[in-house]
């Protein structure tokens, strides 16, 4: 039987024989005189710093990514045909039924897509601990072996022989040094491809980046505001307390931005909320909207540069950004139940608007029940508004995520449109008496004046004009680096460049300078912020689209994932 042939170079699926010890380096080079020919030894040194399952493991790894984009497409495809599906009306029984059957098949498919989706995550997970722990080793040889061969260096034998002898030692650990420098850069690409954050040196350029990507935003006073309710709304942000559970807190309510999949889950709530009561919101309320809705579409709900962040898909609160911090967050209480209860009954549980207690305080005439019941009915039609505008799952991918915001966006301001009449007029309708008592209906967070929320929006204002880099310059540095495009890549990506800074150009034109003194005026500024947020959502998606179609799977994968490259 012939000898089974010595390994080469590049390392073969797994063989039978036994595994090979993999040491840092060799204790003593090898010898001159016998062994298998130096190639074939350079193949050993190899495999014992590389082993057949490392080289699978790595095999796995650079097709992860574009497996996932592609997944991402059929789940995206099939969301959109449920949606289609649940949309139609067929006419006869029969065609009802037949709907249903595909209705069904389609639901199982989406469903086994998201299921291997998860476990590919899963899988990705446990690379990165691998990863993590392999280039902490590694770092630690490449110290041992800098360190032996300067060691080598400084010394000065004095006869001709150890002359020689240090010559081959020296030789010996400066090709390992060598090898295992190359094996780190290619854990550097594996870093960058599995999202795990930078380390060592690298760590010091991101810390830098996160600091320039904080200037130059909308929020940007009031996270740097010391001013102990400013940080009380900044913690109840990151926390995504719904503005009932902040106020049960003396705290003032925040804007959320994310509660699993559903965009702005507290919308419905503010409508009515911050009409009557602004006193009750953190004056940096729109400007933080603002920010999160421009981040979102290029780094994902937790975005990397965010003072806020939003809870999970299941409802528990994830890590905080760069900027943010590292550590976990507390949990919000936010049940499942109440998770489907924003979007499929938004006029009831912790969004529902208080009309009974209304009812109860004021004590209405006849002529101002009419107008009452007229509100408790444009509260209901608003409510099935936003029904509409619920996904299934949290879309993984920049025109998902953008097209998901643009139908939570354009709910909100339908709702807006519907219940202004009818809110305008029932508050009309009221004596001085019943305003006040209206009025004290309002949250208990101690003071209620209305001045200290009007200082800090209009302190916002003196900002609102300057650029904003960290919403349009930083997102594009990082497509450029990570995504690397060429040809009509690159003047898709200066299409969508000058989009998005006419977008945050909009968005500067509708600046919240001021809080109304009126509930007219500010349902007024409410519904004009809005459609600035939904104008500057029209002009990005074409040059979104258009861009992201020019990508393959390999750079869909990333441009997805963009938040995971943030700093590098």
């Known amino acids: 039987m012939a000898p089974r042939p010595a390994p080469q170079i590049a390392a073969p699926p797994r063989p039978a024989a036994p595994k090979i010890a993999a040491p840092p380096r060799p204790s003593a080079p090898p010898a001159a005189s016998a062994g298998p020919p130096r190639q074939d030894r350079v193949g050993q040194r190899e495999q014992r710093i590389q082993?057949?399952?490392?080289?699978?493991?790595?095999?796995?790894?650079?097709?992860?990514?574009?497996?996932?984009?592609?997944?991402?497409?059929?789940?995206?495809?099939?969301?959109?045909?449920?949606?289609?599906?649940?949309?139609?009306?067929?006419?006869?029984?029969?065609?009802?039924?037949?709907?249903?059957?595909?209705?069904?098949?389609?639901?199982?498919?989406?469903?086994?897509?998201?299921?291997?989706?998860?476990?590919?995550?899963?899988?990705?997970?446990?690379?990165?601990?691998?990863?993590?722990?392999?280039?902490?080793?590694?770092?630690?040889?490449?110290?041992?072996?800098?360190?032996?061969?300067?060691?080598?260096?400084?010394?000065?034998?004095?006869?001709?022989?150890?002359?020689?002898?240090?010559?081959?030692?020296?030789?010996?650990?400066q090709r390992q040094?060598?090898?295992?420098?190359?094996?780190?850069?290619?854990?550097?690409?594996?870093?960058?491809?599995?999202?795990?954050?930078?380390?060592?040196?690298?760590?010091?350029?991101?810390?830098?980046?996160?600091?320039?990507?904080?200037?130059?935003?909308?929020?940007?006073?009031?996270?740097?505001?010391?001013?102990?309710?400013?940080?009380?709304?900044?913690?109840?942000?990151?926390?995504?307390?719904?503005?009932?559970?902040?106020?049960?807190?003396?705290?003032?309510?925040?804007?959320?931005?994310?509660?699993?999949?559903?965009?702005?889950?507290?919308?419905?709530?503010?409508?009515?909320?911050?009409?009557?009561?602004?006193?009750?919101?953190?004056?940096?309320y729109w400007a933080y909207a603002y920010d999160d809705f421009v981040d979102t579409v290029f780094w994902g709900a937790d975005s990397p540069y965010s003072a806020y962040a939003r809870l999970g898909p299941t409802g528990r609160q994830e890590s905080d950004g760069a900027i943010g911090g590292s550590r976990p967050?507390?949990?919000?209480?936010?049940s499942q139940q109440e998770l489907r209860q924003l979007c499929e009954t938004p006029e009831k549980g912790i969004t529902a608007w208080p009309i009974a207690s209304i009812e109860e305080a004021v004590r209405p005439t006849a002529e101002q029940r009419a107008a009452l019941d007229e509100l408790k009915n444009a509260a209901a039609?608003?409510?099935?508004?936003?029904?509409?505008?619920?996904?299934?799952?949290?879309?993984?991918?920049?025109?998902?995520?953008?097209?998901?915001?643009?139908?939570?966006?354009?709910?909100?301001?339908?709702?807006?449109?519907?219940?202004?009449?009818?809110?305008?007029?029932?508050y009309n309708s009221l004596s001085d008496e019943q305003q006040a008592r209206f009025n004290a209906l309002g949250p208990d967070i101690g003071e209620r004046s209305q001045q200290q929320p009007q200082q800090q929006a209009s302190a916002q204002g003196d900002t609102c004009g300057e650029p904003k880099p960290g919403l349009t310059n930083l997102p594009i540095e990082r497509i450029e680096a990570v995504i690397r495009p060429a040809g009509k890549q690159k003047d898709a990506l200066d299409r969508l460049r000058e989009a998005t800074e006419k977008g945050v150009q909009g968005l500067q034109a509708a600046c919240p300078e001021d809080v109304p003194i009126t509930p007219v005026g500010r349902l007024e500024a409410m519904e004009k912020r809005l459609e600035a947020m939904l104008q500057s959502a029209k002009l990005v998606q074409p040059a979104l689209d258009a861009f992201y179609a020019t990508l393959g799977s390999e750079q869909k994968a990333r441009f997805n994932t963009l938040g995971r490259f943030a700093g590098r």
């Not at 810390?207 to 009380?232: C, I, K, L, M, W």
């Not at 967050?329 to 936010?334: A, D, F, I, Q, T």
């Not at 509409?388 to 097209?403: F, H, I, K, N, V």
């Open 51 to 173: 082993p057949p399952q490392q080289a699978i493991q790595e095999r796995q790894r650079e097709t992860l990514s574009p497996r996932n984009a592609q997944r991402q497409e059929r789940i995206d495809r099939l969301q959109q045909r449920v949606q289609e599906l649940k949309s139609q009306q067929p006419e006869g029984q029969r065609a009802q039924r037949a709907q249903q059957r595909v209705l069904q098949s389609e639901q199982r498919q989406l469903q086994r897509e998201e299921r291997l989706q998860r476990l590919q995550q899963t899988a990705q997970e446990r690379q990165r601990d691998t990863l993590t722990r392999e280039s902490a080793a590694r770092e630690q040889r490449i110290d041992r072996l800098q360190k032996r061969v300067q060691e080598l260096q400084s010394r000065q034998p004095e006869s001709l022989r150890a002359q020689r002898v240090q010559q081959r030692l020296l030789q010996t650990e």
């Open 177 to 284: 040094l060598q090898r295992e420098q190359r094996l780190q850069q290619r854990d550097l690409a594996r870093r960058q491809e599995l999202g795990l954050p930078p380390a060592g040196r690298q760590a010091e350029t991101a810390a830098a980046a996160a600091q320039a990507a904080a200037r130059g935003r909308f929020a940007e006073r009031f996270r740097s505001n010391p001013d102990p309710q400013v940080q009380a709304a900044l913690e109840v942000r990151r926390h995504g307390w719904a503005p009932r559970h902040a106020w049960k807190r003396g705290l003032r309510a925040a804007f959320v931005p994310w509660a699993g999949h559903v965009f702005w889950p507290y919308a419905y709530s503010d409508i009515f909320h911050y009409t009557f009561w602004p006193y009750a919101y953190d004056g940096g």
């Open 329 to 334: 967050r507390e949990s919000s209480g936010l």
């Open 381 to 426: 039609m608003a409510a099935a508004a936003f029904k509409e505008s619920c996904g299934d799952t949290y879309a993984m991918t920049p025109p998902g995520r953008l097209r998901a915001m643009m139908n939570r966006l354009s709910a909100t301001l339908e709702a807006v449109r519907i219940v202004r009449p009818a809110l305008e007029k029932f």
